[in-house]
């Protein structure tokens, strides 16, 4: 293991995540765009983004159970080099086949693989770098990956717009070889472990360990957990069908305007996220895990202004103001607690439980998400015309549940 944060395997993962996350975050963002465009259905649109969202959190755990047995390295090349292909196979197909059809399959797919790909890459950094090093490599991992996410669209959308859909398409494919070239040479320690019986009994058992792990060994991370859970469920969730839903349906607002508004918007949660993860990387020795229920109490407090705003002001710019900073303050708080967990949770895992132990959590995770989706979405309707209403709801939960986050991560160190 390297005693400097920058090694050269760690380095190599580092500019591989680049390429690979910013084909990724391109291709995302314009495939559906293109399903929208040329059906003109917000219907089929949200049916097939949600049906590529389920490989996510099936493969995960898969994911997890593999990177534990196989080399990681390999792992992430393999994946690339499949993107690619899917990638050049939709690009083939996509004139001669049900395009719709096919963009559901290729989305799967895509989805699919970075449910599985993501605990290969959180569970190869402790294998690269010193304990002391952890917060500030998953600071950079994060910040790689918000800025994926506020580049990739940007530029995915200004070729899709001027040059339509294929040499968007070709952009990817290379990003995705080129990341997969340069993983080849990544050395990553890796020592093969003993399988008994098929690989059905293997991945229960290897499941079956991982969560006894989380349950028994370390209940400190079965509760941050459920802490995470629950804002997804009732925080997170209510900010991504807030978002639109608010900026472009409830602000007095001119409809076109409001569109370009919210893509604003969608850009200040990922500098929210960009900004954070720097901020974990800069304050990383000054970050404990026994004051981090404080960073989940920021995020709530950061809801209530949104709630107030819709009472006091019937301005569409200043309440679209509001809940573009508060946003922001959201993403900055929440990613500063999710690199310091992560780093928390590959401390104190075993090397040979960790892929499966962050597969369980991203699994688990996940799947609160589209459950609190959902939910907002029928709340919202409901409370038509009332809409502070629901979005006091969510911050009065998430205190709650914050609140019982500091309370238990108080009774922690990173020795427990």
Known sequence: MNQKLFSKDFTLVVIGQIISLFGNATIRFALPLYL?????????????????????????????????????????????????????????????????????????????????????????????????????????????????????????????????????????????????????????????????????????????????FIRKEKPVIGKALLVVCGINLFLAAMIIVALPYLVTEVLDLEPSYANRLYGFAEGALAAGGLAGGIGAGIFANKLAIHKSGNLVIACTVCVFPIGTALILFSSGMINYIVITVCCFGIMVFSTVFAVQMMSFIQKETPQNLIGKVIAVILTVSMCAQPLGNAFYGVLFEICKGREYVVVLFSGVVSLMIAISARNIFKKFSTKS
């Open 36 to 212: 929208l465009n040329l059906t003109g259905s917000s219907a089929l649109y949200g049916t097939v983004t949600a049906c590529a969202f389920i490989p996510a959190i099936l493969l995960s755990p898969v994911g997890g159970i593999v990177a534990d047995r196989v080399n990681k390295r390999n792992i992430m090349v393999i994946l690339d080099f499949f993107t690619a292909a899917i990638i050049l196979a939709f690009s083939l197909l996509m004139n001669w086949v049900n395009l719709i059809l096919l963009l559901t399959v290729t989305l799967m797919l895509l989805y699919g693989i970075a449910g599985a790909y993501q605990p290969s890459v959180q569970a190869s950094v402790p294998a690269l770098i010193n304990q002391d090093n952890l917060m500030k490599a998953n600071s950079i991992i994060n910040t790689i990956s918000s800025l994926a996410s506020l580049i990739g669209p940007v530029l995915g959308g200004v070729l899709y717009s001027a040059y339509g859909l294929e040499p968007v398409l070709w952009v990817c494919m290379i990003c995705f070889i080129m990341s997969a070239v340069m993983e080849m040479f990544i050395k990553i320690p890796f020592r093969k472990q003993v399988s008994d019986g098929g690989i059905w009994k293997i991945a229960r058992a290897d499941f079956a360990e991982s969560v006894r």
